[in-house]
Every structure is written in C-alpha cells, then in structure tokens.
C-alpha cells in the first residue's frame, strides 16, 4: 500500500461521498420544492372557493398552511406580531407597495391588507403547501415570480346560477352584486384564455368538483413545468 494511497485515495473517496450527499439533498430539496408548490385558487366571488376550501382543510388538517399578512390595524390583545399578522405602520405598509413587496393588498375598514412573496415562501419552508385565495390581479403577479404555483380557477355553472347563489348567500347588498357579476365576467374571460390556469373546476354539483378539486391538488405530478 502505497504512501499516495493512504493520503489521496482517502479524501477522493470522501469527497465522492460528500459530492454524492449534496446531490442527494439537493435532489430531495427540490422533491420538496415540487411537493409544497404553492396552490392559488381563484375564481368569481360566490363561485364556492370558501366552500371548497373549508372541505380540504377538514380532510386534510396539516397539509396547507396560509401566508402571515401584513396590515396596518393595531393587533388585539390576543394577537402576536408575526404570528397572526406582522403588524406595520400605514408609512411602512406604503413603502412595501413602492417596493413591490406584496402580491396584494386591499383596504377595508381604513385598514390596509397585504400578501407579501416572502410570507408564501415561508409557509413552504415549514413544510407546508401554502394556499392563496386571491383575485384576478394578484393571480397575474402570482405568474411573475418564482414561486412556482399551481393555479387552479374555480367557476361558476353560469352568470345566472353565480347571480342566485350571491343572491342566497344573503351577505352582499344589490350594489356588491352587481359590482361582483360585472367582475366575474372578466374574471370567466380571463380563465377562458389558453394556459391561464392549470385546472378549471365548474363547481356545478359540489361532490363532484370537490373530487377534481382535491384529486388536482394531491396529485404533485401534474403540471410540473
Ligand atoms: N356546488 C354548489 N351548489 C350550490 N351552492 C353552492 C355550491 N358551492 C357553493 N355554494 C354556495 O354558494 C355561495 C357562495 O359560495 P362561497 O361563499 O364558497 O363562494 P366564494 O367563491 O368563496 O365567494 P367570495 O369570493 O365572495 O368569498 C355559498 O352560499 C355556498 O354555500
């Protein structure tokens, strides 16, 4: 056995296997990576997104996870920072949009609203699939960076049955209805273009979209571009 052996076959050895562990953790990183994409469901309001969305959390409790919002409301006494919101000043949520850090904001109630990319990111990063329901906008910004996302939309069967079940809903006056159908018409325009979403679900009978729904979303090999 050879000095050269003793001090150089050795270290090439470890070097393979330290070359070979990058590669493995790198190739389970990026399995990861694909397995908790986030999913962004869209759709006209009262198309049944919190409907079908409240039946995949009771049947899949630990699965999904919600990105941490910033707004500009003073916490309650039982809110922490960071953890149910990270709690910003108007001045600073502004500076955020100047920077482009949110994918969307709103305001309600004099109150400002925001999803930022880091806060998706972070969901992934603890192991979960992050969900976002959001509107057409933030789905075209969504498309923009490099969160990798899977789109799903959700439609209504028509305009008309859309009409009824805000109508039923009993939660919006005659104005917020109107305003919603004259946005749900761009929003069912939009879906119709090519590669817009990966998934269209007609929500029509709910157990059957329900089943599309959640067959797309557990099933991590479609749409893997
Ligand atoms: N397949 C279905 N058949 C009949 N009614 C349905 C169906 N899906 C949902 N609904 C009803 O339609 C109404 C609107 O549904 P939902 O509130 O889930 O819509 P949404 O897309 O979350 O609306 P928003 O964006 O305004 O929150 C609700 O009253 C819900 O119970």
New binding site residues.
Partial sequence: MSFFYFFHRPSTILRKVFIYRIFTDLKKMTTIAAELRPIVVS????????????RLFQDYPDKFGFSVSHTTRSPRPNEIDNVHYHFVTREKFKELIEKNYFLEYTEFSNNLYGTSISAVKKVAEQGKICIL?IELEGVKLVKKTDLNARFIF?SP?SIE?LEK??R?????SEDAIQA?LDAAKKELAYAAEKGSHDLIVV????DV?YEQFQNFINNNNNNDG
């Fill in positions: 759709g006209p309001s009262g198309s049944g997104k919190s409907t079908l969305l409240k329901d959700i069967p049955v079940r805000l039923d809903r009993g939660t919006e919603r929500n029509d009978i709910l979209a």
